[in-house]
T-cell receptor, first 117, second 114 residues
Framework: EAQVTQNPRYLITVTGKKLTVTCSQN?????MSWYRQDPGLGLRQIYY???????DKGDVPEGYKVSRKEKRNFPLILESPSPNQTSLYFC????????????????FGPGTRLTVL | AQKITQTQPGMFVQEKEAVTLDCTYD???????LFWYKQPSSGEMIFLIY??????QNATEGRYSLNFQKARKSANLVISASQLGDSAMYFC???????????FGTGTQLKVEL
C-alpha cells in the first residue's frame, strides 16, 4: 500500500529534550515536506526537500532541523523543543514538481501530535 | 505573497443537501494550482480535488466539484448530497511557482446533520 508513515504518532516531552520525528514514504517520491498545523492558522510549511541531500527552509523553520540522506526518509529534528512547538505535525511527499507540473498532489502522513511541557 | 482565505470557520448542512465551502486566493503568479483537502476527526489529510489555473473546465471528482472563478480569484468547493461522513475540517490550498509548497487557508469545519 502506498503510504507516508510517521513515528511517533503522539509524543509528550519536556522543554529542551532533543527529539526526532521520523517520516518515511514508499512511493519513490523525490519531494518531501514538513508542515505544522495550529488552530486558526491552517498548515504552514517548516522545511522541504526536493531530493536526497537537497533541503530548504519553508515559512516557519526556526527551531527545527531536517536531513535527507535517503530518498524514502525525511526526519524532523527538534534540538531543544520549546512549548511554542506544541503542534500537530505532518509529513508529506509528492513527485518531483519540476517534472510533474500538473496536479501532483501531496500525500500526507497520519500526523504526529507533539506536546512540549 | 501567496494567500488563501476561508471566511467560514464553521458550517452546518442537512444530510442529502448540497453545501458550498468558500475559498478565495491571492497570487500574482499566472500559473498555480488549487487543492482541497479533507481532515476528519481522526486527523489525516485526504486529497479531494485539484484545479489548475489554466484548466478550462471546473474540476469534478464524484460528489465534489470546484466552482473556479478565475477573475474573482475564488475556488469554492461544492459537496453534493452531503453524508454524515462528510463531517470534517476542509482546507483550501494553493501551489505557486516551481516548487510544490502548499499555502493553506485556515479551514472550514463542516457538520452534517440528520
Amino acid at each position: 500500500e502506498a503510504q507516508v508513515t510517521q513515528n511517533p504518532r503522539y509524543l509528550i516531552t519536556v522543554t529542551g529534550k532533543k527529539l526526532t520525528v521520523t517520516c518515511s514514504q514508499n512511493m519513490n517520491h523525490e519531494y518531501m515536506s514538513w508542515y505544522r498545523q495550529d488552530p486558526g492558522l491552517g498548515l504552514r510549511q517548516i522545511y522541504y526537500s526536493m531530493n536526497v541531500e537537497v533541503t530548504d527552509k519553508g515559512d516557519v523553520p526556526e527551531g527545527y532541523k531536517v536531513s535527507r540522506k535517503e530518498k524514502r526518509n525525511f526526519p524532523l529534528i527538534l534540538e531543544s523543543p520549546s512549548p511554542n512547538q506544541t503542534s500537530l505535525y505532518f509529513c508529506a511527499s509528492s513527485l518531483n514538481p519540476w517534472v510533474q507540473v500538473t496536479r501532483n498532489e501531496q500525500f500526507f502522513g497520519p500526523g504526529t501530535r507533539l506536546t512540549v511541557l | 505573497a501567496q494567500k488563501i482565505t476561508q471566511t467560514q470557520p464553521g458550517m452546518f448542512v442537512q444530510e442529502k443537501e448540497a453545501v458550498t465551502l468558500d475559498c478565495t486566493y491571492d497570487t500574482s503568479d499566472p500559473s498555480y494550482g488549487l487543492f482541497w483537502y479533507k481532515q476528519p476527526s481522526s486527523g489525516e489529510m485526504i486529497f479531494l480535488i485539484y484545479q489548475g489555473s489554466y484548466d478550462q473546465q471546473n474540476a469534478t471528482e464524484g460528489r465534489y466539484s470546484l466552482n473556479f472563478q478565475k477573475a474573482r480569484k475564488s475556488a469554492n468547493l461544492v459537496i453534493s448530497a452531503s453524508q454524515l461522513g462528510d463531517s470534517a475540517m476542509y482546507f483550501c490550498a494553493m501551489r505557486t511557482g516551481g516548487g510544490n509548497k502548499l499555502t493553506f487557508g485556515t479551514g472550514t469545519q463542516l457538520k452534517v446533520e440528520l
